[in-house]
C-alpha cells in the first residue's frame, strides 16, 4: 500500500494558477501510475490527470489544455499544474496510486490521500 500526502490547495481567482503536489511513500514510485481526482459537492469523483510509469499522460476534457500532470521520481512527487481555472474546477482534488506501471485509467487505484480543497472564486 502506497500512504500519499497532497498539498498546495488553496482560494484563487478565476483565471488564477495553483500546483498541486503530492509526496508517495511505501511503494517503488517510478513503477506505478498516478492520477489525480476530484469530488464536487453533489457530484461522482472524476479523473483530472493522470500519469503511467512512463509518463504517458491522460486528461479530462474539461482541463486538456489548462492543467499539466507530472512526476517526479526521485522526489517520490506527482505533480498538478493548474492554470486558468475557472469556477467549475472548485472541488476536492485527491491523488491516487495504482499498483502497477500502466492502467487504462477506468477504475482508480487502491491508494488515496486525503485530498486538498481547490477553490476558484472571485
Known amino acids: 500500500q502506497v500512504q500519499l500526502v497532497e498539498s498546495g490547495g488553496g482560494l484563487v481567482q478565476p483565471g488564477g494558477s495553483l500546483r498541486l503536489s503530492c509526496a508517495a511513500s511505501?511503494?517503488?514510485?517510478?513503477?506505478?501510475?498516478m492520477g489525480w481526482y476530484r469530488q464536487a459537492p453533489g457530484k461522482q469523483r472524476e479523473l483530472v490527470a493522470g500519469?503511467?510509469?512512463?509518463?504517458?499522460?491522460n486528461y479530462a476534457d474539461s482541463v486538456k489544455g489548462r492543467f499539466t500532470i507530472s512526476r517526479d521520481n526521485a522526489k517520490n512527487t506527482v505533480y498538478l499544474q493548474m492554470n486558468s481555472l475557472k469556477p467549475e474546477d472548485t472541488a476536492l482534488y485527491y491523488c491516487?496510486?495504482?499498483?502497477?506501471?500502466?492502467?487504462?485509467?477506468?477504475?482508480?487505484?487502491?491508494?488515496w490521500g486525503q485530498g486538498t480543497q481547490v477553490t476558484v472564486s472571485s
Open positions: 491516487n496510486a495504482h499498483r502497477l506501471s500502466w492502467t487504462n485509467w477506468a477504475n482508480p487505484g487502491p491508494s
Open positions: 511505501g511503494s517503488i514510485f517510478s513503477n506505478i501510475a
Open positions: 500519469i503511467a510509469a512512463s509518463g504517458y499522460t
